[in-house]
C-alpha cells in the first residue's frame, strides 16, 4: 500500500460513494448550494469581487453523452478494461474502474481550479502542496489509487459475506447512472470509454462495498445516538425568523459599504412602519414581499453566541414569542420587520451532531480497516499508474 504523504488528510478520506460522487456531481451540474441568498447578499453583504458562482464555474453543456463516438468509446473501453492498474488480494482491478474514480476527482479539482486560477493566475494542479514539493494533482492522484484499493478490499469482504445487490439497489443504481451520463460531455465520454452497461458494473461495484462498510461501522458500535451526547445543545441556542429589509446601505463604485442620508433612511424606516401597520391587519409577510419595488424576504437563523445576524437583529429576534412580529428595526444595513419562526430551532446542532457522528464513523472504520487492509497484499502497476497525469486524463479542464 502506498504511503501516504498528505498527513492532515489521512483521517478526512471517508468511503462514501455519496460523498465523492455527491461533490463531482454536485459541482457538474451546479445542484449543491448553501448560505444566503443573492438577495441578501447584495443587500446587506458584498462577495468578494472576482468570486466564481457555480453557474460561472461550470463548462458550458456539451452534446452529451449520446453524442460520443461509439467507435472511439468502446475503443477505450476495450483498453481500459484489458488494463490492470492495481492487484488487491486476488482481484485485479481494470483502469476502466479507476478511470471513473479519476474522473469524479478529476471533476471536483477542476472545479475549484477555475477559481483558484481566476483568483491567482496560476495553474491549481501544479500548486505545491507541501514542504516535500508535492502538487495538488500529486494528492488527487494518491487519494484516487487509495480509494480504489479500499473499494476493492470492501468488495471482496462483500462478496465472503455473501453479500448482494437488492433490485432496489439496482434501480437506484440505474438512476444514479442516469445523471452521471447526464453531467458527461461527448469528449468526456470518449476519453473515458463510458458505456451504460460500464457505468452500471463500476457503479455497481461501488455500492457493494459501500453496503459493506455500512454493515461494518454499525458493527463498530458508533451511533449517532451514542456522538449526540457529546454535542452540548446548550451550545447550539438557534432561532430561525422570517424577516422583511429595507436597504439603508449601498456599494459604491470601489465596493465599498457606503451609508444612505438621513431622507432615506428616515423614508426607509417610514415605509417600514407602514408594513408593520399591515402585518398587524393580518397581511402576511409573503404578501408584502409581492411587487417590484416590495422589501426583501427571507427566512434567517442565527446561533444566540455566535454569527448570522447584526446585534440589533438579534436583540429584537431573542425579544420574541414564536408568531410575534417586531416593530422596525434599525441595524447598520439597513431597516427589518423581524417575524420569529421558531426560538428553539436545531437546524445547527443537528448539523454538528451529523459532522461528529461522520467524524466517529469515519475514524472507527480507518482503525478496523487498516487490520483489514494487512490481509491483502497490494501491487500497484506503476507502469499504467505513472502514466496517469491528473488534470488532463478523462475531465476536461478548459
Same mark, same amino acid.
Given at each position: 500500500?502506498?504511503?501516504?504523504?498528505?498527513?492532515?488528510?489521512?483521517?478526512?478520506?471517508?468511503?462514501?460513494?455519496? #460523498?465523492? =460522487?455527491?461533490?463531482?456531481?454536485?459541482?457538474?451540474?451546479?445542484?449543491?448550494?448553501?448560505?444566503?441568498?443573492?438577495?441578501?447578499?447584495?443587500?446587506?453583504?458584498?462577495?468578494?469581487?472576482?468570486?466564481?458562482?457555480?453557474?460561472?464555474?461550470?463548462?458550458?453543456?456539451?452534446?452529451?453523452?449520446?453524442?460520443?463516438?461509439?467507435?472511439?468509446?468502446?475503443?477505450?473501453?476495450?483498453?481500459?478494461?484489458?488494463?490492470?492498474? #492495481?492487484?488487491?488480494?486476488?482481484?485485479?482491478?481494470?483502469?476502466?474502474?479507476?478511470?471513473?474514480?479519476?474522473?469524479?476527482?478529476? #471533476?471536483?479539482?477542476?472545479?475549484?481550479?477555475?477559481?483558484?486560477?481566476?483568483?491567482?493566475?496560476?495553474?491549481?494542479?501544479?500548486?505545491?502542496?507541501?514542504?516535500?514539493?508535492?502538487?495538488?494533482?500529486?494528492?488527487?492522484?494518491?487519494?484516487?489509487?487509495?480509494?480504489?484499493?479500499?473499494?476493492?478490499?470492501?468488495?471482496?469482504?462483500?462478496?465472503?459475506?455473501?453479500?448482494?445487490?437488492?433490485?432496489?439497489?439496482?434501480?437506484?443504481?440505474?438512476?444514479?447512472?442516469?445523471?452521471?451520463?447526464?453531467?458527461?460531455?461527448?469528449?468526456?465520454?470518449?476519453?473515458?470509454?463510458?458505456?451504460?452497461?460500464?457505468?452500471?458494473?463500476?457503479?455497481?461495484?461501488?455500492?457493494?462495498?459501500?453496503?459493506?462498510?455500512?454493515?461494518?461501522?454499525?458493527?463498530?458500535?458508533?451511533?449517532?445516538?451514542?456522538?449526540?451526547?457529546?454535542?452540548?445543545?446548550?451550545?447550539?441556542?438557534?432561532?430561525?425568523?422570517?424577516?422583511?429589509?429595507?436597504?439603508?446601505?449601498?456599494?459604491?463604485?470601489?465596493?465599498?459599504?457606503?451609508?444612505?442620508?438621513?431622507?432615506?433612511?428616515?423614508?426607509?424606516?417610514?415605509?417600514?412602519?407602514?408594513?408593520?401597520?399591515?402585518?398587524?391587519?393580518?397581511?402576511?409577510?409573503?404578501?408584502?414581499?409581492?411587487?417590484?419595488?416590495?422589501?426583501?424576504?427571507?427566512?434567517?437563523?442565527?446561533?444566540?453566541?455566535?454569527?448570522?445576524?447584526?446585534?440589533?437583529?438579534?436583540?429584537?429576534?431573542?425579544?420574541?414569542?414564536?408568531?410575534?412580529?417586531?416593530?422596525?428595526?434599525?441595524?447598520?444595513?439597513?431597516?427589518?420587520?423581524?417575524?420569529?419562526?421558531?426560538?428553539? =430551532?436545531?437546524?445547527?446542532?443537528?448539523?454538528?451532531?451529523?459532522?461528529?457522528?461522520?467524524?466517529?464513523?469515519?475514524?472507527?472504520?480507518?482503525?478496523?480497516?487498516? #487490520?483489514?487492509?494487512?490481509?491483502?497484499?497490494?501491487?500497484?502497476?506503476?507502469?499504467?499508474?505513472?502514466?496517469?497525469?491528473?488534470?488532463?486524463?478523462?475531465?476536461?479542464?478548459?
Amino acid at each position: 500500500m502506498p504511503v501516504c504523504f498528505w498527513k492532515e488528510n489521512k483521517r478526512r478520506r471517508r468511503f462514501l460513494r455519496k #460523498v465523492l =460522487c455527491g461533490l463531482f456531481l454536485g459541482a457538474l451540474l451546479g445542484t449543491a448550494a448553501c448560505g444566503k441568498s443573492g438577495e441578501e447578499q447584495k443587500e446587506e453583504k458584498p462577495t468578494q469581487e472576482g468570486t466564481l458562482t457555480p453557474t460561472e464555474a461550470l463548462p458550458e453543456a456539451a452534446e452529451g453523452f449520446d453524442a460520443a463516438n461509439q467507435e472511439l468509446v468502446q475503443k477505450k473501453a476495450k483498453e481500459y478494461a484489458e488494463t490492470v492498474v #492495481v492487484s488487491v488480494g486476488e482481484e485485479d482491478i481494470a483502469m476502466d474502474k479507476a478511470v471513473f474514480l479519476i474522473y469524479s476527482m478529476e #471533476v471536483r479539482g477542476n472545479y475549484y481550479a477555475l477559481y483558484y486560477e481566476s483568483q491567482y493566475g496560476t495553474n491549481y494542479w501544479d500548486m505545491v502542496y507541501d514542504d516535500e514539493g508535492h502538487t495538488t494533482r500529486d494528492v488527487f492522484k494518491q487519494e484516487t489509487m487509495d480509494m480504489l484499493v479500499q473499494y476493492a478490499v470492501l468488495y471482496d469482504c462483500a462478496l465472503k459475506n455473501d453479500m448482494t445487490l437488492t433490485e432496489d439497489d439496482i434501480a437506484e443504481n440505474n438512476a444514479y447512472v442516469e445523471r452521471i451520463k447526464e453531467a458527461l460531455t461527448a469528449e468526456e465520454t470518449e476519453r473515458g470509454g463510458f458505456t451504460t452497461d460500464g457505468l452500471r458494473e463500476v457503479c455497481a461495484w461501488m455500492m457493494l462495498a459501500e453496503k459493506y462498510y455500512n454493515q461494518m461501522t454499525e458493527r463498530l458500535g458508533v451511533t449517532k445516538e451514542s456522538v449526540r451526547e457529546t454535542v452540548k445543545k446548550e451550545d447550539y441556542k438557534e432561532y430561525e425568523t422570517e424577516y422583511l429589509y429595507l436597504a439603508t446601505t449601498y456599494y459604491d463604485e470601489n465596493y465599498e459599504l457606503r451609508q444612505e442620508e438621513t431622507a432615506v433612511k428616515e423614508a426607509c424606516m417610514q415605509q417600514m412602519e407602514e408594513y408593520y401597520k399591515e402585518v398587524l391587519e393580518g397581511k402576511t409577510f409573503e404578501e408584502l414581499a409581492e411587487g417590484e419595488d416590495a422589501p426583501v424576504r427571507n427566512i434567517r437563523t442565527f446561533l444566540a453566541d455566535g454569527a448570522g445576524a447584526e446585534e440589533a437583529y438579534k436583540k429584537a429576534a431573542e425579544s420574541l414569542e414564536p408568531g410575534e412580529v417586531s416593530k422596525p428595526v434599525q441595524t447598520e444595513y439597513g431597516v427589518y420587520l423581524i417575524k420569529m419562526l421558531d426560538d428553539e =430551532c436545531t437546524k445547527t446542532y443537528e448539523a454538528a451532531v451529523d459532522a461528529a457522528y461522520e467524524v466517529e464513523r469515519s475514524n472507527a472504520f480507518a482503525a478496523a480497516y487498516n #487490520v483489514l487492509l494487512a490481509e491483502y497484499a497490494v501491487q500497484i502497476n506503476e507502469a499504467v499508474w505513472d502514466k496517469v497525469l491528473f488534470g488532463a486524463t478523462v475531465s476536461l479542464s478548459e
